[in-house]
């Protein structure tokens, strides 16, 4: 059942306590918008690469869209001039809260200007009463200690960490086999819901295959995958088999059924049932 597993909307981890710590960060991210007060609601999240936090923080605002403006912000794309004209917008949020994401928050190590221009934001609630909620995530080092580090060491590092109030740092760990499982079955679903149609049980070689494939490693990766073996199943059938992961043809398909059948074979023709 994929509800066990989601933590916000269509966001899914297996590792219950990876879970449980995202859950604990939505709750803190989502208290902060929905009771907007005179004090700093800024987060620092540290992730693995490919590990969804873009989309961990999409899923938390498309949870509080009726009340919440949502912005994104990717410092890796912008030059001073257009992150200082993103960030002005911001001023607007006076009727109603919003949520940004400064992605990438521990890029353009050698420019003096980012958290010189940032600063002031999240310093907005507390000095100008704007309810502002900013969310900074990134992946450099190998864990929020070092991502820390590395923005300590910048021009105005030190500076934006003592303005992340303690409790409000979290990690998002790389996703395992488990993980990427739960990504395409969930994939699987919402994708034949936007066909309007309903996939109600997956072959468990196809989930091995998913598995052992490594260019199957992030969520992004397993969209596109399950976009196109979704399309691939006949419109009067229910279940994804094994054969819709693949074109007509595909070389692959029977090179990993001979390579795994004398040690897979229990899992061929074999269904797991797909429930929310």
Same mark, same amino acid.
């Given at each position: 059942?994929?509800?066990? +597993?989601?933590?916000?909307? *269509?966001?899914?981890? +297996?590792?219950?306590?990876?879970?449980?710590?995202?859950?604990?960060?939505?709750?803190?991210?989502?208290? @902060?918008?929905?009771?907007?007060?005179?004090?700093?609601?800024?987060?620092?999240?540290?992730?693995?690469?490919?590990? @969804?936090?873009?989309?961990?923080?999409?899923?938390?605002?498309?949870?509080?869209?009726?009340?919440? !403006? +949502?912005?994104?912000?990717?410092?890796?794309?912008?030059?001073?001039?257009?992150?200082?004209?993103?960030?002005?917008?911001?001023?607007?949020?006076?009727?109603?809260?919003?949520?940004?994401?400064?992605?990438?928050?521990?890029?353009?190590?050698?420019?003096?200007?980012?958290?010189?221009?940032?600063?002031?934001?999240?310093?907005?609630?507390?000095?100008?009463?704007?309810?502002?909620?900013?969310?900074?995530?990134?992946?450099?080092?190998? *864990?929020? @200690?070092?991502?820390?580090? !590395?923005?300590?060491?910048?021009?105005?590092?030190?500076?934006?960490?003592?303005?992340?109030?303690?409790?409000?740092? +979290?990690?998002?760990?790389?996703?395992?086999?488990?993980?990427?499982?739960?990504?395409?079955?969930?994939?699987?679903?919402?994708?034949?819901?936007?066909?309007? !149609?309903?996939?109600?049980?997956? /072959?468990?070689?196809?989930?091995?295959?998913?598995?052992?494939?490594? !260019?199957?490693?992030?969520?992004?990766?397993?969209?596109?995958?399950?976009?196109?073996?979704? /399309?691939?199943?006949?419109?009067?059938?229910?279940?994804?088999?094994?054969?819709?992961?693949?074109?007509?043809?595909?070389?692959?398909?029977?090179?990993?059924?001979?390579? %795994?059948?004398?040690?897979?074979?229990?899992?061929?023709?074999?269904? %797991?049932?797909?429930?929310?």
């Amino acid at each position: 059942m994929l509800s066990k +597993y989601r933590i916000i909307g *269509n966001y899914t981890r +297996y590792d219950e306590l990876i879970r449980n710590t995202l859950k604990d960060a939505r709750t803190r991210i989502a208290g @902060g918008c929905l009771q907007p007060s005179r004090k700093r609601e800024n987060h620092l999240i540290w992730a693995a690469a490919w590990s @969804g936090k873009t989309y961990f923080v999409q899923q938390i605002a498309a949870s509080l869209a009726s009340t919440v !403006r +949502y912005q994104e912000l990717n410092l890796a794309k912008y030059s001073e001039q257009e992150f200082r004209a993103r960030l002005s917008e911001l001023n607007d949020c006076k009727d109603k809260p919003c949520l940004c994401l400064i992605d990438e928050c521990d890029a353009k190590p050698q420019e003096p200007w980012p958290y010189e221009i940032l600063l002031p934001y999240l310093d907005a609630s507390v000095e100008r009463g704007i309810p502002l909620v900013f969310v900074l995530a990134g992946s450099g080092g190998a *864990n929020l @200690g070092e991502i820390k580090k !590395r923005i300590s060491a910048r021009l105005k590092g030190a500076d934006l960490l003592s303005r992340i109030p303690a409790g409000n740092e +979290y990690e998002i760990m790389p996703l395992n086999i488990g993980d990427r499982i739960l990504i395409v079955l969930s994939q699987f679903r919402e994708v034949a819901k936007e066909f309007e !149609r309903d996939i109600s049980s997956v /072959e468990k070689f196809s989930l091995y295959y998913v598995a052992l494939n490594p !260019r199957l490693a992030n969520a992004r990766q397993l969209r596109e995958f399950a976009f196109r073996a979704i /399309e691939r199943v006949p419109s009067n059938d229910d279940r994804v088999k094994y054969d819709h992961l693949f074109s007509p043809g595909d070389p692959e398909n029977k090179a990993f059924w001979f390579q %795994t059948q004398a040690t897979a074979s229990g899992l061929m023709n074999s269904f %797991t049932t797909l429930r929310d």
